[in-house]
């Protein structure tokens, strides 16, 4: 059974107690947030036996085998530093940390005191995404060539929100492009060899709206996202003998397999479970086994994606 | 009356050749092909009154206003200098020439000449392209921001053909990225500003698949193209209230127009008509009225085509 201690207590804590709950071998133990309020309260909606007004408080519990980070963006690389301390295996949200060298330290951290650490990328861990990887592992659109996907929405401008302010970690490619390049990656094995993009900046600095070329080998991947207009949050990918669709790439629940003449082929449909079981699943075997990282959800997967931030931002 | 002469006997020729029957004040009188055999069948097919084996003898004769060039792309620089020689308005298939340098100098001489010359996109003309011309005009999606665009198919390799031999005018870019560069760029009065291309080259060298970024001011766009996979022919517009999806892009006969919901608000249907009268009518219009370029598919298109070509190939 692995206890988890919960690090924040918002919409996306509640969303991973409730997956949780319905995982076998998994239990949330306790509950930490800055507000002690916040926490009992949140404790008390979703049955979690104790609650903290101080994250020290709950890490130093030696009943808490891992700790699943839902804070803020712009907290996360202080936190991952704070649990690893305690000796907690972690799972924190996307994206992990903002840049390349902090992502780098608490991996390298992580693996010298045997503890495992994922970035919460649950879209992959989806069945419809299983899926799209297997269709394409089985040869059904042949060679992997190009892939494009968008994601974005009309956030009403204002420089001190959380999508607007640079402090909180604001911006089109931490909120919303962190799926883009972590999804379209995980349908090849080839390395990262190019980055290219175009970034429209907001009045504050952040990156309003960006169209991203990617380049994996012989894979190419466009990734368009903003917070400056609703895109329609496809997802394709292009092989030489068909292309699939992942329609409502992160929310959407099917997936679908076209020819080269544009004929639908197969359709898969993963039903409407609460998306964050799998990777809970997942992470939960892998602590059980002793892992360090989760294969689908690699270090690897953040160290590129951060690789990438730099660029943009660089 | 405008009298077309035509260069060249393809197919691309017969559709130009139907496209001015339909046409008022513009009759074709003559063709010719580097082989008589050829010119003699198509005029003989087209109802063409006159036919040569050579260019020079039908470009000699004074009764002849414009020549439309059909050629393979290979040849058009010189076949647009020829045309100039012998004081004719030109209309010249896409792709006009292969490089920037060969753009100024054919324009430069046709100014100088006091002659029409238009690279035949024949695309912006649509009506259905008006349409969204004039949505975004109205501002019925906002503000323009991004969009998106693929063409592709997969040719079998075959380093003699047309579409993967370098001497042919080979390559993903010059047969289908032209029409994405060209009809995307024409929503925006944006001066180019950006190029960032990612190119995988086929065994001989040219453009098999190409992920393209540009940037017009605070317009982004990403044109995908590829001889080596089947891509589905759309381009998406999307503004900060809405958007509009140009399904088969250049094949296609309707647009439809989004709010920020996804909510389907307007319908545009062309009918299913010559695409090429459009271009046939604009080119007529802008002879007899003494203009040297058509506002539509101006120079200043095509120059800043061929400075996307020359950083790609570059």
């Known amino acids: 059974?692995?206890?988890?201690?919960?690090?924040?207590?918002?919409?996306?804590?509640?969303?991973?107690?409730?997956?949780?709950?319905?995982v076998d071998r998994a239990v949330i133990a306790a509950v930490a947030s800055k507000s002690t309020e916040r926490a009992e309260s949140f404790a008390r909606q979703n049955s979690i036996p104790s609650f903290y007004g101080s994250y020290e408080e709950m890490l130093k519990r030696d009943d808490i085998d891992a700790v699943y980070i839902a804070t803020t963006m712009n907290y996360h690389y202080e936190n991952i530093l704070e649990c690893l301390k305690w000796d907690k295996h972690v799972l924190c949200e996307k994206c992990m940390v903002l840049s390349h060298r902090e992502a780098e330290e608490v991996f390298a951290l992580a693996k010298q005191k045997r503890l495992f650490l994922m970035e919460c990328m649950w879209v992959r861990f989806l069945p419809k995404v299983q899926k799209v990887k297997q269709w394409i592992a089985e040869g059904r659109i042949g060679k992997l060539k190009l892939a494009q996907g968008n994601l974005g929405f009309n956030a009403s401008f204002d420089p001190d929100s959380r999508m607007y302010s640079p402090a909180l970690g604001g911006g089109a490619l931490y909120d919303l492009g962190v799926y883009l390049i972590e999804v379209l990656s995980y349908f090849t094995d080839q390395k990262l060899t190019g980055i290219e993009p175009t970034v429209i900046r907001a009045a504050t600095g952040v990156d309003e709206t960006v169209n991203l070329n990617l380049r994996y080998g012989d894979y190419l991947v466009n990734a368009q996202c903003s917070i400056a207009t609703k895109l329609p949050e496809n997802g394709y990918l292009y092989g030489e003998n068909g292309y699939i669709a992942l329609e409502y790439l992160h929310l959407g629940n099917t997936v679908?397999?076209?020819?080269?003449?544009?004929?639908?082929?197969?359709e898969f449909d993963q039903g409407n479970a609460n998306g964050f079981i799998y990777?809970?699943?997942?992470?939960?075997?892998c602590i059980e086994n002793g892992k360090l990282e989760s294969e689908v959800a690699s270090h690897q997967m953040t160290l590129d994606c951060c690789k990438i931030f730099d660029k943009c931002f660089e």
């Open 1 to 22: 059974m692995i206890r988890f201690g919960i690090m924040g207590a918002g919409n996306i804590a509640r969303k991973f107690a409730d997956a949780v709950s319905k």
């Open 256 to 266: 679908k397999l076209y020819d080269k003449d544009r004929k639908l082929v197969e």
């Open 279 to 285: 990777q809970v699943e997942e992470a939960v075997s």
